[in-house]
């Protein structure tokens, strides 16, 4: 079975300030790897993904994440965050073909100070 | 991108009591939802996958005949908590998959039993 590691439970981060959020997997298969974010008593939103190709992929608002296989890591970064970039964000893998069920990690809790 | 409804999004009820949500694809048919639970400050655990005209599979440790899962057509599963009691109460969110290669979460249910 796979399973997913957030290593950070809270990253606190000024505006304007990089921030890292790790993720790091377990699966003796292939993976596809996810981002996901969620604001305050609302359902998930997709933030990016990696299926195939570019290990580096990238979403309209800023942020990026980089697979690397050797790590086994998916880590999320963006260079400069916004206030409303406070959310949780977690990572998920999924197995096999791309939409089978997802395994969560333990999720971060990004607060954006101004 | 693909629209989720989950229906109602808060909902209090009485310890012994039933109570329904909805996961609706407004716009795509998905064959296969996904049912998970959130607890405070924590990542989400997945219940059971529906599928579209079957019995749905549940994980490990969710006891089936307490939340019962009803797949009754493409756009629409349902999922009862039934003799609901306080430990309960939870954060609960759907997802439901397009084509093979991507779920879009509703915005989920907060269940408080009382």
Known sequence: ?114 | GAVVSQHPSRVICKSGTSVKIECRSLDFQATTMFWYRQFPKQSLMLMATSNEGSKATYEQGVEKDKFLINHASLTLSTLTVTSAHPEDSSFYICSALTGNTEAFFGQGTRLTVV
């Open chain 1, 1 to 114: 079975a796979q399973s997913v590691t957030q290593l950070d439970s809270q990253v606190p981060v000024f505006e304007e300030a990089p921030v890292e959020l790790r993720c790091n997997y377990s699966s003796s298969v292939s993976v596809y790897l996810f981002w996901y974010v969620q604001y305050p008593n609302q359902g998930l939103q997709l933030l990016l993904k990696y299926l195939s190709g570019s290990t580096l992929v990238k979403s309209i608002n800023g942020f990026e994440a980089e697979f690397n296989k050797s790590q086994t890591s998916f880590h999320l970064r963006k260079p400069s965050v916004h206030i409303s970039d406070t959310a949780e964000y977690f990572c998920a893998v999924t197995i096999g073909a791309a939409g089978n069920k997802l395994t969560f990690g333990g999720g971060t809790r990004v607060l954006v100070k101004p």
